[in-house]
């Protein structure tokens, strides 16, 4: 079996030539930057760390906050055998062969087995189930570390066999201690190369690294390269230590969902600031296709029958954007974008579309009523086929008073209620004075 004792191993000895991010891992919960509704005192994850007391645990967050760093923690103070496994490639034969090995030493020295596989959203179901039986009678103590939502990416079933640990995002001012460590540190960091960095400088690393402490060190790191020891890092070092500031997405991940989520809520709740702030952030992530599907979404969903055209600007905004293509694209998003985030809302057409599937459901076999039928045959016109039938451009308004179009159990029913916003207020006026209408002729 191959084991990873160095992995957890908190006492091993610095490697001075690992990364700078590497070589400041915190090693206690003393050490560790943020968490503290984990790693506070008397926090569930500390108790389990000090208490040397493991469990399965999948821990859930952004990268660069401390996953990986955690799982060690809990492992460190554990007599047992450590094993990594690659979510990506290993697959049932491995895991076989890890739970016999396992099964040997659990019974000839009575010695568990903690297996530790990071990123295992990545982990495919079929090797999931596989690994299951054996997580749940206790064989196998499972950590996992994933940045993508478990509940989505981890089977159910061995999730519950799990403690999960969702780590928050790191702020600015947290990456900033991680910064100031690293620099003052004489035996793990750059303390002996006598450096500074300016509050300017520390202030590009920190927001740069959009909360992963992992990216600032290593940009740290770099900066510290750039100057000589006994120096300053000057904010345009720390430029060139960060480099080029990408926004954190993935058009697979959870984080997709959670862009385009907060796109959709700011238009249909009429903030146009946060409207075009989150579709900058999925245009700036080349993720134009989702960001136009869900524009559209947005003009019929949200914005729907109170004005009618959106959708027609929204389809005419993305022809534009690709004919036209970037930079002058952004143009095109941003006007469909605020011609959403301003316009009356409405969501009674798809409300109504709601409650006409649910009528269908309850009713699954109603039939037309006999004149909405066609009646192409002698005898269909013998059956009452199309009798009675009254033609709505014979009367005022091109509306026929009092005639049905739904099935007898349903002949009442109101599935679209229009709201009195936008284009839809012209709609609520003429269904009123129809509704009025059909009660006169029923002698309501």
């Not at 569930?44 to 401390?66: C, D, H, M, N, T």
């Not at 760093?69 to 990506?88: H, K, N």
């Not at 189930?129 to 061995?158: D, K, M, Y």
């Not at 992530?285 to 019929?300: C, F, H, N, T």
Request: contains cysteine; aromatic residues 6%; hydrophobic residues 40%.
């Amino acid at each position: 079996m191959t084991a990873g004792p160095d992995l957890f191993a908190a006492s091993v000895d610095v490697n001075r030539f690992a990364p700078l991010a590497e070589r400041m891992r915190p090693r206690t919960p003393d050490e560790f930057i943020g968490q503290s509704h984990l790693l506070g005192p008397g926090a569930p994850l500390r108790q389990l760390i000090e208490r040397k007391a493991l469990v399965s645990s999948l821990f859930w967050g952004p990268p660069g906050v401390g996953k990986t760093t955690l799982a060690r923690m809990l492992a460190a103070g554990v007599d047992a055998e450590f094993v990594i496994l690659s979510a990506v490639s290993d697959g049932i034969p491995r895991i076989r062969e890890v739970v016999a090995e396992a099964e040997r030493l659990r019974n000839q020295y009575h010695r568990r087995t903690v297996v530790f596989v990071d990123e295992i959203h990545r982990w495919a179901k079929n090797v999931q189930e596989q690994a299951l039986p054996h997580v749940e009678s206790g064989l196998l103590l499972l950590l996992g570390a994933t940045t993508e939502n478990v509940s989505f990416e981890v089977r159910p079933a061995l999730i519950s066999r799990c403690r999960v640990f969702q780590l928050r995002e790191l702020t600015p001012a947290d990456i900033r201690t991680a910064l100031s460590r690293a620099l003052t540190d004489e035996k793990r960091g750059l303390g002996a190369r006598r450096l500074t960095a300016s509050d300017e400088a520390l202030t590009v690393l920190a927001e740069g690294s959009g909360g992963d402490v992992r990216k600032a060190l290593g940009a740290l790191e770099l900066a510290a390269q750039l100057t000589a020891d006994g120096a300053e890092i000057t904010r345009e070092i720390a430029v060139q230590g960060i480099g080029t500031r990408l926004s954190r997405h993935d058009k697979d991940g959870d984080q997709h969902f959670d862009l385009l989520s907060a796109l959709q809520k700011s238009c249909r709740g009429s903030n146009a600031q946060g409207a075009i702030f989150w579709a900058a952030r999925l245009l700036q992530a080349g993720d134009d296709v989702a960001l136009w599907r869900r524009l559209k979404v947005i003009a019929v969903e949200d914005v729907g029958l109170a004005m009618p055209e959106a959708i027609n600007i929204v389809r005419s905004c993305e022809e534009s954007y690709y004919s036209v293509g970037m930079p002058e694209g952004r143009i095109f998003v941003a006007h469909a974008t605020l011609t959403l985030a301003t316009a009356k809302k409405s969501n009674r057409a798809y409300q109504a579309m709601d409650a006409a599937l649910a009528a269908v459901e309850a009713h699954p076999n109603a039939a037309p009523p006999l004149h909405l039928r066609n009646a192409p045959t002698e005898l269909m016109k013998e059956l009452g086929y199309k009798q009675g039938y009254q033609p709505p451009w014979n009367y005022k308004d091109h509306y026929a008073p009092g005639q049905t179009y739904l099935p007898e159990p349903l002949e009442r029913s109101i599935f679209y209620r229009p709201s009195k916003e936008g284009h839809e207020a012209e709609i609520h006026e003429r269904m009123s004075h129809w509704w009025r209408e059909d009660k006169a002729s029923r002698g309501e």
